[in-house]
């Protein structure tokens, strides 16, 4: 059923560790249950999406909104003869690196890097991930992290900086980094190619799930209001369309049925895109595929649709004052954990402490050399779901800032 541009585990470029195949299972089905029965997989159970996690039982966390791009990603990969097991893995996988507090906690922890070290590499949550499953996983007796296969990591690492991706190219030549280095000169012989077709399509998933729940979670919160969505005219079409069908439909379910209604149109948007795009540049390989211009996508008409959908996002759920206001004590907890335990690293676990001694062969520095305090520090910082940050903030600095 596979299309000739779809991964085929049989043809995986492999894992950086070598395995024996699984008896009954595919390697992009054991990557997946790899991730299902990972640590970081379990935590994003309370990490934040856009709502901290106290804030209510209802609201997305990392973990039910990865669970919803794996779903959208999977109908649409099977519709196209896609690889559904990799695209699923992609999806589960691809905000383990996210640390607690959301974005808020990300841009704290970046700051925190750069402040401590001018010259360090800051934080990205995409490498982040990347680092869970490449090394910060403690599950195997014979290697760290998850081993999963190429395909999959490559999916995962969907930005990264080129500074970063220098790093992890001299420790994997040609490896899931090689792409993010095709503008650095002559001395790569790096060009600038695509990741495979389930890695755009879980990025592209990634998008529209948070756009459709996002608006769900915002009306909930009562940040914003179905009035208001009136001005989106993605969602007002559908809403328009589904009152017309049932005329006074009370309006929770009138939200549900415009998002259903608004997420089915631009999935299968996608597929329609997709396959023209896919028919235009008939990639026969998934090699082939890497070689292309971006196949998967919106049309342009909903590419502009959507785009303005996220604009009202941004300017009125995420950049609404209550949301900043948590926004600011979030980086404050971060801020403050990270200096207490660059001053006193004994605060943190003994795993963690461990590392400072341990020589690490990874992806993001050189092999054979001991890893930096800050970046240790960072690790232990970003694995931390919302509620363990901020007990952790009341241990060390002996006041509540989020009561839980
Ligand atoms: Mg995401």
Redesign the pocket.
């Known amino acids: 059923m596979l299309a000739s541009y779809a991964c085929d585990p049989s043809q995986s470029r492999g894992r950086r560790h070598p395995e024996v195949p699984a008896p009954t299972r595919s390697a992009f089905q054991r990557d997946r249950d790899r991730i299902v029965h990972s640590t970081a997989f379990r935590r994003l159970v309370y990490k934040t999406q856009v709502f901290l996690n106290h804030e209510g039982d209802l609201f997305r966390t990392r973990l039910t909104?990865?669970l919803e791009?794996a779903q959208l990603g999977r109908s649409i990969a099977r519709t196209l003869n896609l690889n559904e097991d990799l695209v699923e893995a992609i999806a589960l996988a691809?905000?383990l690196g996210h640390t607690p507090f959301g974005h808020a906690g990300q841009d704290a922890l970046n700051s925190c890097l750069k402040a401590h070290n001018p010259d360090s590499a800051g934080f990205e949550h995409n490498l982040q991930s990347l680092r869970v499953v490449d090394m910060l996983e403690e599950r195997y007796p014979e290697f760290d992290g998850l081993n999963l296969s190429f395909e999959t990591r490559e999916g995962i690492l969907k930005h990264c900086s080129r500074r970063n991706a220098r790093r992890i190219e001299a420790m994997e030549p040609g490896g899931v980094a090689r792409r993010f280095l095709a503008s650095a000169g002559p001395a790569t012989s790096a060009v600038a190619t695509q990741p495979s077709l389930e890695a755009q399509l879980t990025n592209l998933a990634?998008e529209i799930?948070?756009n459709a729940h996002d608006i769900d979670d915002g009306v909930r919160s009562g940040l914003l209001t179905l009035d208001q969505l009136e001005e989106v005219d993605l969602f007002d079409y559908y809403r328009r369309e589904a009152l017309a069908q049932h005329p006074g439909l009370p309006s929770r379910r009138l939200l549900f049925e415009a998002i259903r209604r608004m997420l089915s149109a631009q999935v299968y948007d996608v597929m329609e895109a997709t396959r023209e795009s896919v028919r235009d540049a008939a990639p026969r390989s998934v090699e082939a595929v890497r070689h292309c211009r971006p196949l998967v996508g919106f049309s342009a008409d909903m590419a502009a649709r959507s785009a303005r959908l996220k604009k009202f996002l941004l300017q009125n759920l995420y950049r609404h004052p209550q949301v900043a206001e948590t926004t600011q004590t979030a980086q404050q907890i971060v801020r403050d954990l990270f200096a207490a335990y660059m001053a006193d690293p004994a605060q943190m676990p003994e795993a963690h402490t461990a590392r400072f001694d341990r020589f690490e062969i990874e992806s993001g520095t050189s092999p054979d050399r001991l890893p930096k305090p800050e970046r240790v520090v960072a690790d232990y910082i970003a694995g931390m779901t919302d509620r363990f940050a901020s007990k952790e903030h009341e241990r060390l600095h002996g006041r509540v800032v989020f009561p839980l």
Do not use: E, K, L, M
């Open positions: 909104h990865s791009v691809h905000d990634d799930a948070y």
